[in-house]
């Protein structure tokens, strides 16, 4: 082929690519990497794509598979996710099934006859329906140019959460070791691997267990501009809590804990002040877990209390805040999770409560399960730095993945939006704290040490005549938790350390040593602490929430997210298969009161124009006109 051929091919799969973002999803160009993603398909080379959530991924697989012939086949980790991607690719006019354990028999068999037929361009299916049993038969669905067979050849295979292969992942499945076979079953088939979530060395563990044939390697931005993180050491959690809340009236969010327990407790506490929360973790009976799940989903509860089981995958997009109360065991954990919030590219907060014990919990977890490697110790400090740190949230989230920041503030984190202040004196307040812990033998946790410093008139300090240190009292005027905070972020810069113990005590490290016999041995070192509490202080506007609601009519909006409700309740699906927020906030900006306008708004693909538009257009008649 001559270049001028190559060249006239490449634009008219441009031009046909367009043409499909703009009819089934209404969009009018291309996000990073995705063009690139998407040709890599139509060429059949082989690929690995890393997008952040909410950046755009699923779509570099759906696109093509409309353009380039035959089915895209999808390989998919959960049901839920499954059926959330082919709900909205059906509302979008796209013919798409899922082939899994959560079918009856008869719509196992319908859909097989829909495969055999070729009516499908993407069916999804799990990765143990590829490697176990049975899965020779539901291969063979899927015609072949030299097999006879009436279905649409299989023109590519997409592995979502490509990150569950790779046992350096923070989420290792081995049913995804054995994806591996495709490429012996269907050489000539490209195979390509996405994920949100992948350091370099997982990348390259990924591209090794599928025997990738030199792949486009994409990685974008690990950049979540519209999120804005805030860490606080935990003091009264649902004190805590509530001022998260507080800032979000009605709107969705989704709670993490540690423990089923505490799932339970909060969910409880939460229904009790009126927020429509529910519980979801393994121990719930399956059909409680999947009622409170669609009632997330459906928006009948605002918020979800869950262990981290919940939510890989989940779309809805408009959750406007994550909490993890208490930290998770990686930053590759706590990026995904958090990650949940804001998928529609709309602001929305992460916030880290956290204590010291979480760290020593995972470590006694792992080691009894068997998991504490070298590897799982460094992963755990990682997430202690993170949490302890003292510096911009976003730039510390992608320097870790291997990115660089260029931003000088994100405007969209507690310390760039000023909610944390500097300790002037940090070397003396740091001092303070290692005399006290060898002061006390180093025999005592961080609640003790922080006791003695603060003035505790406690039994426990008196009883052991801590109270006649010379340690005690030295920063009474500060609050314990802010105390605890700076053991926390000692003990994360390495000058404190925390036993692995049934109760663990602090003890100084070498460093730790060291700066107690020379205060000039650390230089640079920080501390930080939040902004002591002034009157009806509240955190600042980020940069983002302030941008994303520019223009935008509220009052509109809230009644198309009415119109919205009642049309997703009528058809039986989510009301994010109707439209994502994003799209509602731009007709509420917009105002569009014609269908011709309408069909030029963000979002909105001629299927949804021609069926959903009236009932849109009307409402926002209505609206005008009563203004």
């Known amino acids: 082929m001559r270049d001028g051929d190559r060249a006239m091919d490449a634009i008219m799969v441009t031009i046909t690519l367009e043409d499909v973002l703009s009819r089934y999803w209404g969009y009018t160009s291309f996000r990073p990497l995705q063009r690139d993603a998407m040709e890599a398909i139509l060429s059949r080379r082989d690929s690995l794509v890393v997008l952040p959530t909410g950046g755009g991924k699923s779509i570099c697989f759906q696109a093509p598979a409309l353009v380039g012939g035959g089915v895209g086949l999808v390989v998919s980790p959960l049901i839920s996710l499954m059926k959330d991607q082919v709900d909205t690719l059906v509302a979008n006019g796209i013919q798409a099934a899922c082939y899994n354990s959560a079918l009856s028999a008869d719509a196992k068999t319908a859909t097989a006859a829909g495969i055999r ?88 563990d990924i591209m090794s267990q599928l025997a990738l044939r030199d792949p486009l390697e994409l990685v974008g931005s690990f950049d979540r501009p519209n999120l804005v993180y805030r860490v606080l050491p935990r003091a009264s959690l649902k004190r805590q809590l509530q001022d998260v809340l507080a800032r979000h009236r009605g709107q969705a969010g989704i709670i993490y804990c540690t423990s089923r327990r505490e799932v339970d407790a909060l969910a409880a506490w939460l229904a009790d002040s009126g927020i429509r929360a529910r519980p979801y973790h393994a121990g719930l009976e399956d059909a409680d877990r999947h009622r409170h799940q669609d009632a997330f989903l459906n928006e009948d509860a605002d918020v979800v209390v869950a262990t981290v089981a919940f939510g890989m995958g989940i779309d809805r997009s408009d959750v406007r805040f994550v909490v993890h109360a208490g930290a998770p065991q990686s930053l590759e954990h706590y990026q995904q999770e958090s990650g949940r919030a804001g998928r529609d590219g709309l602001e929305a907060e992460c916030v880290l409560i956290y204590s010291g014990a979480d760290f020593l919990k995972w470590r006694v977890m792992l080691e009894r399960s068997g998991e504490l490697t070298d590897a799982r110790r460094a992963l ?61 033998g180093q025999r005592f946790g961080a609640a003790h040490v922080a006791n003695v410093l603060c003035g505790s008139e406690s039994e426990q300090v008196s009883a052991r005549g801590h109270d006649r240190l010379t340690t005690f009292g030295l920063l009474r005027a500060a609050p314990v938790a802010e105390v605890r905070g700076y053991i926390e972020q000692l003990t994360a810069e390495a000058l404190l350390r925390q036993t692995d113990e049934p109760y663990p005590v602090l003890a100084l490290t070498e460093d730790g040593v060291a700066l107690l016999k020379d205060a000039s041995s650390r230089p640079g070192l920080a501390l930080a602490r939040q902004k002591r509490p002034t009157t009806d202080r509240l955190p600042a506007r980020s940069r983002v929430e302030t941008e994303s609601w520019q223009d935008v009519d509220r009052d509109l909006f809230e009644r198309l997210r009415g119109v919205r409700l009642q049309i997703a ?32 708004v963000y979002g909105i693909g001629a299927r949804k124009a021609e069926q959903l538009g009236d009932a849109f257009v009307q409402e926002i008649r209505a609206h005008v006109e009563e203004r």
């Open 117 to 204: 037929e070729g009516r499908y361009a993407l069916v999804y299916v799990s990765p143990e329906r590829l490697a176990g049993e049975g899965s020779d038969s539901f291969l063979s669905l899927f015609g072949g140019p030299s097999d006879g067979a009436q279905g649409r050849p299989m023109s590519f295979v997409a592995i979502d959460e490509a990150h569950c292969i790779s046992q350096w992942g923070h989420d290792f499945r081995p049913e995804y070791r054995q994806l591996g076979a495709l490429r012996a079953r269907f050489p000539g088939v490209s195979l390509h691997a996405f994920t949100a979530t992948a350091t370099a060395r997982v990348r390259r």
């Open 380 to 440: 755990l400090r990682d997430m202690e730095r993170y949490a302890a740190g003292v510096g911009c949230r976003h730039r510390h989230l992608v320097s870790y993945f291997g990115d660089d920041y260029s931003r000088v503030e994100c405007g969209a984190c507690d310390y760039c939006l000023g909610e944390l202040e500097s300790v002037g004196d940090a070397i003396v307040v740091a001092r303070k704290i290692l005399s006290c812990v060898a002061r006390v």
């Open 569 to 600: 309740r009528d058809r039986g699906v989510p009301p994010y298969v109707i439209f994502h927020d994003t799209t509602l906030r731009e007709l509420a900006r917009l105002k569009p009161t014609s269908l011709s306008a309408l069909r030029g």
